[in-house]
T-cell receptor, first 110, second 114 residues
Framework: EDQVTQSPEALRLQEGESSSLNCSYT??????LFWYRQDPGKGPEFLFT???AGEEKEKERLKATLTKKESFLHITAPKPEDSATYLCAVLGSNDYKLSFGAGTTVTVRA | GAGVSQSPSNKVTEKGKDVELRCDPI?????LYWYRQSLGQGLEFLIYFQGNSAPDKSGLPSDRFSAERTGGSVSTLTIQRTQQEDSAVYLC????????????FGAGTRLSVL
């Protein structure tokens, strides 16, 4: 069974204080690792898909990286609007079923 | 539509009552998924549809849960004889295709069973 573990559960940052979120996974036949952002009362919003170890993707202050066992979401010089819950999910041999971690809730103070 | 639409956004019900949750996917998306999000837990897969058929119902927690999709579009998730442990946010997503397709999520229905 595919498993995803995210750490830390919560992260409080000062505006401009860079940090990283971790997503550790075990999956049979990785077909993709996904990062989503979820704001309170809303559904997850797609950020990135990574397919193979060594791959990196960037979007504004966010950068996602992938190894064979984990993925990192780096937040560089965060702003209060980056406050959200970040979800990691993997797509394995059941190529329709995303398996999600519990998420990391990021709070950025001005 | 432009996005995945779910209704109602909030539902409060009494234990033992039946509830129906609705999902209207993005037009043209053939695959539709239901997930459940409980407080402090990750999203839990419930069921997915390819067209009107449901090849995988393995995530449905019990036989009180059922889902259908008609016309390859709207889907309803029905929970019979609701229990307090059914309280959660029920999220629907759709994608152009099943395999690896980017899934777009709706805002969810927050269900509270008193």
């Amino acid at each position: 069974e595919d498993q995803v573990t995210q750490s830390p559960e919560a992260l409080r940052l000062q505006e401009g204080e860079s940090s990283s979120l971790n997503c550790s996974y075990t999956v049979s036949g990785l077909r993709g690792l996904f990062w989503y952002r979820q704001d309170p009362g809303k559904g997850p919003e797609f950020l990135f898909t990574l397919y193979s170890a060594g791959e990196e993707k960037e979007k504004e202050r966010l950068k996602a990286t992938l190894t064979k066992k984990e993925s990192f979401l780096h937040i560089t010089a965060p702003k209060p609007e980056d406050s959200a819950t970040y979800l990691c999910a993997v797509l394995g041999s059941n190529d329709y079923k995303l398996s999600f971690g519990a998420g990391t809730t990021v709070t950025v103070r001005a | 539509g432009a996005g995945v639409s779910q209704s109602p956004s909030n539902k409060v019900t009494e234990k033992g009552k039946d509830v129906e949750l609705r999902c209207d996917p993005i037009s043209g998306h053939t695959a539709l998924y239901w997930y459940r999000q409980s407080l402090g837990q990750g999203l839990e897969f419930l069921i997915y549809f390819q067209g009107n058929s449901a090849p995988d119902k393995s995530g449905l927690p019990s036989d009180r849960f059922s889902a259908e999709r008609t016309g390859g579009s709207v889907s309803t998730l029905t929970i019979q004889r609701t229990q307090q442990e059914d309280s959660a946010v029920y999220l629907c997503a759709s994608s152009l295709r099943t395999s690896g397709g980017l899934k777009v999520f709706g805002a969810g229905t927050r269900l509270s069973v008193l």
